[in-house]
């Protein structure tokens, strides 16, 4: 399998004017990076939906940090640390727990609108592995949508912050080892857009619709990951993709996100007779790690030759529920489900990847001038399973590092080298003579990583998938010159790094569950 570049240069290149930083992707981490990095220079911020598409809408629980009087860092790292299951760069969740707070109460100062309450205190949650209540929240179950509307607007009124919507960026422009910018497609444009940059910084988000049952958004196809694997830029730990324990089982929502926050207020999971299971399999039961609850929720459906199991919150108050929960309540209604008077059909859902580009504690990556940030990154601050609420954090302390990171490259940056948009500089490699359909591919694909790498592997179904799935990226035949076959490319791409790092890691280590 060939992981260079495979694009389409037959088409014309339009080269624009160069920037000092080029931010790709527009969730918490691209938003935070862009307004950090426009202190240092002229930014040019590019998506491929619009400015509010991205995970960090969709997040319910809230953002991690040790602000009240009887949390503290220390308790954030043991938890975290935990939660890793041994894989977690010390010195990278020192970092995140440390700096963690001071980044947060500049989300405060910027008007994040945090719940409080009468007396004006901040409101916090528990979820999932947390010892105590650490989570702040916003609007009930609406933290992710407050972000990223304040940071949003804060984004497109900044005189040095150029957006680009709906810019699909589809490759790096490299010399050497040395990224210059990035090449990307225009919606309703046919020519390839060069746009040069002293200093390229991804954040482009997760890769979950390489699944079938994911609760990610349709953006989310592994763009990031697989630009930079083809321009030679190091990956690491893609074995570990955590699956959230509780997306809703239903025709009309599928995959929508029940927050870790609904079993930290009280819920119970319970299987088909009813029974609750938990403490079977944890201590803490419902509030355990991630992968292990979605491993025992897998276990019960296996059982009992279920598709779902259930979240039981008929013990809470009615009235609680709808104010707590107010997003998920009214999705639930939608569908007629009342939570407060049924319980929740529920499965796990592909839901983050902790693997990624892998980056030094500044963003760096392998390539010089390149940096990453937010889930599209690996610093090693989540190891095998990332602890809950800590992916909001994880994008504030290093976009932070990144953005200083990057203002000091740029500062003594020797220029853009201009022979690097001559088009047909890349040449597309040989196409098969049987070319692949994309929406059935796509569909093939997607629902082979859930059937053979998802919660639980094993090794005969590792081996299989990553064959059908080379033969796949060896036979794509279509010209690359439009958004979706080169999300499928991108999708492709990634699905083999993570079934290839499932391969080679034979332990079971936290979101990473080898039967054999």
């Excluded at 997003?327 to 639930?332: M, N, P």
């Amino acid at each position: 399998m060939n992981l260079k570049s495979r694009l389409d240069f037959s088409l014309d290149v339009t080269v624009t004017e160069a920037s000092d930083f080029i931010v790709v992707g527009s969730g918490i981490a691209g938003l935070y990076t862009a307004l950090k990095a426009a202190e240092h220079g002229r930014v040019l911020l590019l998506t491929k939906e619009g400015l509010d598409t991205s995970a960090t809408y969709y997040a319910q629980g809230g953002i991690a940090a040790a602000l009240a009087e009887e949390d503290d860092p220390e308790l954030h790292l043991e938890d975290t640390l935990a939660a890793g299951a041994g894989l977690c760069r010390r010195e990278a969740v020192e970092i995140l727990v440390r700096e963690g707070p001071r980044r947060v109460r500049e989300l405060l100062d910027m008007g994040v609108p945090f719940d409080r309450d009468a007396e004006g205190n901040l409101l916090l949650a528990r979820e999932g592995a947390h010892r105590c209540r650490r989570i702040l929240r916003a609007g009930g179950d609406a933290t992710g949508k407050a972000i990223q509307t304040t940071l949003s607007c804060m984004v497109k009124r900044h005189p040095d912050i150029r957006c680009m919507e709906r810019v699909f960026v589809a490759d790096l422009l490299t010399s050497g080892d040395t990224c210059h910018g990035v090449l990307a497609l225009q919606e309703g444009r046919e020519t390839w857009l060069a746009f040069p940059g002293k200093a390229t910084i991804l954040a482009t988000g997760g890769l979950g619709q390489v699944y079938a049952f994911t609760t990610n958004p349709a953006v989310a196809t592994g763009d990031g990951v697989a630009m930079a694997c083809r321009a030679g830029a190091e990956v690491a730990d893609m074995e570990f993709v955590q699956f959230h324990p509780t997306a809703l089982f239903h025709p009309r929502q599928p995959g929508f996100l029940i927050s870790e926050a609904v079993r930290g207020e009280g819920g119970r999971l319970i299987n088909h007779r009813g029974e609750r299971f938990m403490p079977r399999y944890h201590p803490q039961a419902e509030l355990a790690p991630r992968d292990i609850v979605s491993r025992a929720i897998f276990s019960e459906m296996r059982r009992h030759g279920t598709d779902c199991v259930y979240l039981d919150l008929t013990h809470l108050p009615g009235r609680f529920l709808k104010d707590r929960f107010p997003t998920i309540y009214a999705t639930l209604a939608a569908c007629g489900v009342d939570m407060a008077a049924e319980p929740v059909p529920v499965a796990p859902a592909a839901h983050y990847s902790m693997g990624g580009i892998k980056t030094n504690l500044h963003g760096e990556t392998s390539i010089r001038g390149l940096y990453a940030v937010g889930e599209v990154a690996c610093n090693g601050v989540h190891g095998a399973n990332r602890l809950a609420s800590n992916s909001l954090l994880d994008a504030l302390v290093f976009g932070y590092r990144a953005a200083a990171a990057a203002a000091a490259y740029v500062q003594c940056h020797p220029g853009i080298p201009r022979e690097l948009y001559r088009p047909g500089k890349l040449n597309p490699r040989a196409r098969s003579e049987e070319p692949l359909e994309i929406e059935g591919t796509r569909r093939r694909l997607r629902e082979l990583m859930q059937r053979e790498a998802g919660v639980i592997r094993h090794r005969e179904g590792l081996a299989r998938a990553k064959k059908e799935i080379g033969q796949m990226l060896d036979n794509l035949s279509f010209p690359f010159r439009d958004r979706q076959s080169l999300e499928l490319l991108n999708m492709l791409t990634v699905a083999h790094l993570i079934l290839s790092a499932a391969e080679q890691r034979k332990e079971s280590r936290g979101s990473h569950y080898r039967l054999d």
